[in-house]
Each structure stands twice: as structure tokens, then as C-alpha cells.
């Protein structure tokens, strides 16, 4: 698909102006920031965006500040004592330190994540030990997701990856069958994971949120939009990546 890119300002507002091979102009406000995205069709001019836009101004700036006054939690310092959420549970960190001792994560009840490092070992490295505990634990729990719907849905993906995203919970490339997940995801419910790997799967069918989309949504996952609300309702983290 043919596809060109650029920004316009419209009433001081930065707006991401997309155009592609599409027939209907399509409109966007996004989390954490209040990101402006306009998908529009190519022979759309700049000046009918900027009119799209000016009708929308009341609910773009509606949509801005629900964003803005969405929870987060404050900036992790690794350090005991912590709130840590990890497969859609509220844990507390406690931090153990030693020369020789191998890095490792324990859940160890439900309510207490035992992080053990290194003697010295920076906010930077606790980081990094503990997001490599997350990406792993998707690893484990994604592949049986996929299968199960990519049997349902009659799709077969070429690859599933998993990285930070600033925008979005997942995303997909249905032309490579490719898709993503943010790891971010590790710390949601399963059942907030399960919505995002069938919504990325399903646009390996229909690429847009149409009603053949929501249709496919409706008759797998008839809870899909409330699963939904629930993971744009969490706390956000003090570095944010949703769609």
C-alpha cells in the first residue's frame, strides 16, 4: 500500500498526517501524550485535513485531558519497599544483594517479588534484570495464546516479537504476517494479553477497525471491549507504551 508522511499545526495542535490508498478520512487521539493521527486518502488535500481537524478540536481536547489525568506510578528506583505490578498483580519488591549470586527474580507469594543482583548493582541494571524476567515470562505465555487463535481464526503468523513501544500494546505487519507485543503487556492480566494477541492476529484479516473487525472481535472474544477498557484504565508506568 502507498503510503506518505508528514505533520501539519492545526489551532497549535501537532497533527500526524498519514496518507494511503484508503477510501474514508480516519481520525486519532493517542495515549500517553494526546498524540494526533489523521490516516487520510491520498487525494485528500492538506487543507480538508486541517478542517477534519478544527470539527474535532472539542473532542480531541476532551480525549487529551482524560489522558493526561490518567494514574501513573511514580519513577522506579528498584530499591525494597516498591510497587511492582507483574501478570496483572500489585507486588512489593524487596531487593537482595550479593557478590557471587547469580541475577534472578522470585515471585515468591502473592504479594512479594524478590529481586536478587549483584552487590552494586545500578537502578539502570535492576532495570534490566527485571524487564529480561518480563520478556521472558511472555515468551512462556504467549506462543499458547497464538496457537489456540491462529487455529480459530484459520491465520498463521511468520514471526511474533516482542519489544518496548511508546504508542501502542501491539501492532502488526499483515503484509510479512509479522506482529508485535509490548512488553510492557507482562505486567497486565493475561486476559488483557490474550485481547491484544487476538486483536493483532485478527488484522492479519481485515487491516482496518471496521465492522468486519469488530464482527471477527464479537464472535471470538465477546468481552473484548471491556478487556479493553480495563488495560487503558490500569496505572499508567512512569515511561508509557499503549495503543
Excluded at 485528500?44 to 501513573?72: C, D, H, M, T, Y
Excluded at 545500578?122 to 524487564?131: A, N, S
Amino acid at each position: 500500500m502507498n503510503t506518505e508522511q508528514h505533520r501539519l499545526t492545526v489551532s497549535g495542535l501537532r497533527v500526524e498526517v498519514v496518507r494511503k490508498n484508503i477510501k474514508n478520512l480516519h481520525l486519532g487521539v493517542y495515549p500517553p501524550a494526546g498524540r494526533i493521527r489523521v490516516a487520510a486518502p491520498l487525494r485528500v488535500s492538506n487543507e480538508a485535513v486541517r478542517l477534519a481537524v478544527v470539527g474535532k478540536l472539542g473532542w480531541i481536547k476532551k480525549q487529551q485531558a482524560r489522558f493526561e489525568q490518567q494514574p501513573r506510578q511514580s519513577t522506579r528506583e528498584m530499591i525494597s519497599g516498591e510497587s511492582h505490578y507483574f501478570s496483572g498483580q500489585r507486588y512489593r519488591l524487596r531487593v537482595y544483594t550479593a557478590n557471587e549470586a547469580p541475577d534472578r527474580i522470585t515471585v515468591r507469594n502473592a504479594s512479594i517479588i524478590e529481586l536478587h543482583v549483584r552487590l552494586g548493582a545500578t537502578v539502570e541494571y535492576r532495570q534490566k534484570v527485571m524487564m529480561k524476567w518480563y520478556r521472558q515470562h511472555l515468551k512462556e505465555v504467549i506462543p499458547p495464546l497464538l496457537e489456540k487463535w491462529q487455529k480459530r481464526l484459520g491465520v498463521r503468523v511468520s514471526a511474533c516479537y516482542i519489544k518496548k513501544m511508546k504508542t501502542k500494546w501491539g501492532t502488526c505487519n499483515a503484509k510479512a504476517s509479522r506482529i508485535w507485543i509490548n512488553l510492557e503487556l507482562a505486567k497486565k492480566s493475561v486476559d488483557c494479553l490474550e485481547y491484544v494477541v487476538l486483536h493483532e492476529l485478527v488484522h492479519l484479516i481485515v487491516r482496518r477497525h471496521d465492522d468486519q473487525f469488530t464482527e471477527i472481535m464479537d464472535s471470538c472474544l465477546p468481552r473484548w471491549r471491556s478487556l479493553r477498557a480495563e488495560l487503558n484504565g490500569l496505572p499508567l508506568a512512569h515511561e508509557v507504551w499503549r495503543e
